[in-house]
């Protein structure tokens, strides 16, 4: 069965840092673009970033850009999101979703999904 799974969310105060994983179980990553998404409370989700299957392609939203960076390292099998100083705006569920080939901003693009992790930044 193809899974995704996120974790390393939690509360973190405004200026903080967090670092998401994305684990792949039942298929090997290399071979997908993976995209990190968020939704927050009464919005719609929304893509933050994405790494080609390569990692050589990043792209970023712009209310991220400069502040998030995603990374891979396919012999773990894992994607990265670093989330550095957070906004309260960041909070959301953060997702991420696996499609073969190329990148996408559009969440219906994506076949796989992991169950999303929660980011609340707050004082």
């Known amino acids: 069965q193809l899974q995704l799974v996120e974790s390393g969310g939690g509360l973190v105060q405004p200026g903080g840092s967090l670092r998401l994983s994305c684990a792949a179980s039942?298929?090997?990553?290399?071979?997908?673009?993976i995209g990190w998404f968020r939704q927050a409370p009464g919005k719609e989700r929304e893509g933050v970033s994405c790494?080609?299957?390569?990692?050589?392609?990043?792209n970023y939203a712009d209310a991220v850009k400069g502040r998030f960076t995603i990374s891979r390292d396919n012999a773990k099998n894992t994607v990265y999101l670093q989330m550095n100083s957070l906004k309260p705006e960041d909070t959301a569920v953060y997702y991420c979703?696996?499609?073969?080939?190329?990148?996408?901003?559009?969440?219906?693009?994506?076949?796989?999904w992991g169950q999303g992790t929660q980011v609340t930044v707050s004082s």
């Open positions: 790494i080609s299957k390569s990692g050589i392609k990043t």
């Open positions: 039942g298929f090997t990553l290399d071979y997908y673009a």
């Open positions: 979703a696996a499609k073969g080939y190329w990148c996408s901003a559009y969440a219906l693009d994506y076949d796989t």
